[in-house]
T-cell receptor
Framework: KNEVEQSPQNLTAQEGEFITINCSYS?????LHWLQQHPGGGIVSLFM???GKKKHGRLIATINIQEKHSSLHITASHPRDSAVYIC?????????????FGTGTLLAVQP | GAGVSQTPSNKVTEKGKYVELRCDPI?????LYWYRQSLGQGPEFLIY????????DSGLPNDRFFAVRPEGSVSTLKIQRTERGDSAVYLC??????????????FGPGTRLTVL
């Protein structure tokens, strides 16, 4: 079993829909990251959070430390949101801060 | 430069050859990470540098893989006797400091390695 699990693996939505991507992890963490990867492009950090909720534009990320679960929400989705969304965690107690990644969620928003 | 850069962007080589992949981190970033992303998978950690030293190389798959960062800035990932299974996108990331709560990692565009 992977230490970081994402669902769904693939998601197709119509423009304007509210989207939720889920992430569950099994290790103790110091922080959780949500990242965006466009086809052929690099990875961009969207959020880094260790508790509660963060909002940036149409994106909202929440985390529940007790349940070891995080969600990424996209409101009023748009075709330009189409990308792979990756959840990654930083392990707890180490000095490395290396990231452990989920396999990603491929999102396609259709006009 | 404004961000992390990696060269080459694409590398095609034959099985058994030696390759070097280069990463230029953001100026002033002391922490540097190498990750490998196979098709359809999330990235996997390879090695982490703090300054010039490899503080954590636990992700290197075997002794054919080696990385250096001699002056604490540019890093080179070296792969000897390449195998077809080494084909992947190799990602580099850097961060200002290795620890703390706000350790945002900035990623380069990656090097796509294809071993024929």
């Amino acid at each position: 079993k992977n230490e970081v699990e994402q669902s769904p693996q693939n998601l197709t939505a119509q423009e304007g829909e509210f989207i939720t991507i889920n992430c569950s992890y099994s290790v103790g963490i110091s922080a959780l990251h949500w990242l965006q990867q466009h086809p052929g492009g690099g990875i961009v950090s969207l959020f880094m959070l260790s508790s509660g909720k963060k909002k940036h534009g149409r994106l909202i990320a929440t985390i529940n430390i007790q349940e070891k679960h995080s969600s990424l929400h996209i409101t009023a989705s748009h075709p330009r949101d189409s990308a792979v969304y990756i959840c990654a965690v930083e392990g707890y107690g180490g000095a490395t801060n290396k990231l452990i990644f989920g396999t990603g969620t491929l999102l396609a928003v259709q006009p | 430069g404004a961000g992390v850069s990696q060269t080459p962007s694409n590398k095609v080589t034959e099985k058994g050859k030696y390759v070097e992949l280069r990463c230029d981190p953001i100026s002033g970033h002391t922490a540097l990470y190498w990750y490998r992303q196979s098709l359809g998978q999330g990235p996997e950690f390879l090695i982490y540098f703090q300054g010039t030293g490899a503080a954590d190389d636990s992700g290197l798959p075997n002794d054919r893989f080696f990385a250096v960062r001699p002056e604490g800035s540019v890093s080179t990932l070296k792969i000897q006797r390449t195998e077809r299974g080494d084909s992947a996108v190799y990602l580099c990331a850097s961060s200002l400091t290795p620890g703390g709560t706000y350790n945002e990692q900035f990623f380069g565009p990656g090097t796509r390695l294809t071993v024929l």
